[in-house]
């Protein structure tokens, strides 16, 4: 549980538990690490859970909180394990992001404000019914070379692009 500033999570590391972050706190998963969640981990409460690393795992998860992908991985061995987020969730990279054989379920508004998105491997991404997907000008979503299956986007909800749509595909 993370009650106030931020706590980063350097190492390598399995979350099988509840975290719970406070109104302020946030929760860095960074270094050079893999974190894995299994289906009994959640990640609630009004602070923020960021992205800066690898998070890996081959069961359903699910994060609560705010969520902020900085940079990093999200990958799983099968595009059927999905990791659900439920808090407000920004897209937010100069670095890149990747999406990798997993199934991301984005069950609440989303913002992406900056840098590219891979998708590789069948990785799938569910902007599900109610919600809204906004992508503000200049990103692009791109496969990567060497992907064994084709990458998919679902949108159930509302996809709005913002800025000049014509650099953002």
Known sequence: NVQAGSLELAGSSTHKGASSIAD???????????????????????????????????????????????????????????????????FDSTLGITLDGRTLDLDTDSVWTGGSFFLRDGAVVNNLAGRTFTINGGQYVQQTAFSTAPPQFYNQGTLIMSGDPSTST
């Open 24 to 90: 302020g706190a946030e929760l860095i998963l960074g270094g050079s690490a893999t974190h894995e969640v299994t289906s009994s981990a959640s990640f609630a409460g009004p602070g923020a859970t960021r992205l800066r690393a690898t998070l890996a795992g081959s069961e359903d998860a699910t994060i609560g909180s705010p969520f902020i992908w900085s940079t990093g991985t999200i990958t799983g061995t099968d595009p059927s394990v999905s990791l659900r987020l439920t808090g407000p969730t920004t």
